[in-house]
């Protein structure tokens, strides 16, 4: 018989989600009248900007016609829509990048798993903690590392555990590390970095000779100024940090697929030898190898994301789940529980009240108030004590569920 890849045998539990998934439904199958509100899985509720949904259709209608049709594009995407991601989402911040550098993507949750295909095994890899599960449960897939601890750490991963006594901000690690993940505005914490504290990761990664793997996809919700928006930001980035990005929560393309990754030409990593070799150059091997490049229809879509017509409607859609987060977090903090984010990221990170684990958290607030969130420790160990809520969400139902939780834990 075919041998399987036993590393998938260490993870210790299903993917976070659809264990909340198979709860939700067992508790609606035995309920059918109860009125779920669901605050849990950072899935848009929105629909697309105007301008956006033109593009998509206009795509779509160019399929239709032999001298506008278009099939095979190119894997790292089409140059029309790279050149308007230079442009509008990093020139604005000071941050000059050639187009070789910029690969669209269907998303980054699948980028930030797939960019393991060209890191050596022997790399070690610091992980927050808690942290978005598919970069932990990646590294296991791939045969990083070995087998669980009583704590849910996995042997040969540097765990960088990020709590209230911190400020959720991962403290540089003494030892060297090759690979190091972070991602602001952070999720699930909504917790953001200033340009001095990423500055001082854009030291440690250059002295050590180590690679930032960014993890951006919430940019656009920062509201507060002087906070980067890019790693780009800092001197030196280019060096040692490649970049992700999506349109999933930006511009509500969850269902739609669309991402990017940034490799810099200046990045460079090792061979076995010794030798230098260029990253960029790798994942444009990967790619062009991996992948057939996002869908024409979808890529037009994406372009419209920052047309003169289009950015202002996806600004109007950022503002909405961002109220959202304002009403979740001012409502909550009244009822005197201590809530965290939600200022430049769609997530409120709240303490779990009387002590509870995050996991009867969740079963309470499911059965006595009809709301899902997400328990923290699914986030890892030090996420124990902890409840995300999402504010992607439709304002009546984020008020109605900010009200029951109220009345159930209020002072």
């Given at each position: 018989m075919a041998r399987i890849n036993d590393s998938y045998l260490k993870l210790q539990a299903g993917y976070l989600f659809p264990e909340i998934g198979r709860r939700v439904k067992a508790f609606s199958d035995a309920n059918p009248a109860a009125d779920i509100i669901r605050l849990g899985i950072g899935d848009v509720t929105r629909p697309l900007a105007p301008a956006v949904l033109k593009a998509f259709h206009q795509g779509v209608d160019d399929l239709a016609q032999s001298d506008t049709f278009h099939g095979y594009g190119p894997e790292q995407g089409y140059e029309w829509l790279t050149e308007v991601i230079i442009d509008?989402?990093?020139?604005?911040?000071?941050?000059?990048?050639?187009?070789?550098?910029?690969?669209?993507?269907?998303?980054?949750?699948?980028?930030?798993?797939?960019?393991?295909?060209?890191?050596?095994?022997?790399?070690?890899?610091?992980?927050?903690?808690?942290?978005?599960?598919?970069?932990?449960?990646?590294?296991?897939?791939?045969?990083?590392?070995?087998?669980?601890?009583?704590?849910?750490?996995?042997?040969?991963?540097?765990?960088?555990?990020?709590?209230?006594?911190?400020?959720?901000?991962?403290?540089?690690?003494?030892?060297?590390?090759?690979?190091?993940?972070?991602?602001?505005?952070?999720?699930?914490?909504?917790?953001?970095?200033?340009?001095?504290?990423?500055?001082?990761?854009?030291?440690?990664?250059?002295?050590?000779?180590?690679?930032?793997?960014f993890d951006a996809a919430y940019e656009a919700f920062i509201t507060e100024a002087g906070i980067p928006h890019s790693i780009y930001e800092i001197d030196g980035a280019k060096e040692c940090a490649i970049e992700f990005r999506s349109f999933s929560k930006t511009a509500g393309f969850t269902g739609v697929r669309c991402g990017l990754v940034i490799v810099p030409e200046a990045l460079m990593g090792t061979t076995a030898a010794g030798d230098p070799y260029s990253f960029n150059k790798l994942w444009n091997r990967r790619t062009t190898t991996k992948f057939n490049g996002v869908s024409y229809p979808v890529q037009k879509a994406a372009a419209a994301v920052y047309s003169d017509e289009g950015w202002p409607q996806v600004e109007e859609t950022i503002k909405y789940y961002m109220a959202n987060a304002g009403i979740i977090r001012e409502g909550l903090t009244a009822a005197g529980i201590n809530c965290y984010g939600g200022v430049n990221a769609p997530y409120i990170w709240l303490e779990t009240p009387a002590g509870m684990s995050s996991w009867d958290f969740f079963d309470k607030l499911l059965k006595e108030c009809h709301v899902v969130g997400t328990p923290g420790s699914g986030f890892g160990p030090s996420g124990e004590g902890y409840f995300r809520l999402s504010a992607f969400g439709d304002r009546n139902n984020v008020e109605t569920a900010v009200e029951r939780i109220r009345k159930k834990w209020g002072r």
């Open positions: 509008k989402a990093y020139a604005p911040l000071g941050v000059d990048l050639k187009p070789s550098e910029v690969f669209v993507s269907d998303g980054s949750k699948c980028d930030c798993a797939n960019i393991l295909d060209i890191f050596d095994l022997g790399n070690k890899v610091a992980i927050c903690d808690p942290v978005y599960p598919v970069y932990n449960d990646t590294n296991v897939m791939v045969g990083r590392t070995g087998e669980a601890d009583e704590h849910g750490y996995y042997a040969g991963i540097h765990y960088m555990p990020c709590t209230k006594e911190n400020h959720f901000t991962p403290e540089i690690p003494t030892e060297k590390v090759d690979v190091i993940y972070l991602c602001y505005p952070n999720n699930p914490t909504g917790t953001v970095a200033t340009k001095a504290g990423l500055k001082k990761w854009v030291d440690y990664a250059r002295n050590n000779g180590s690679v930032i793997l």
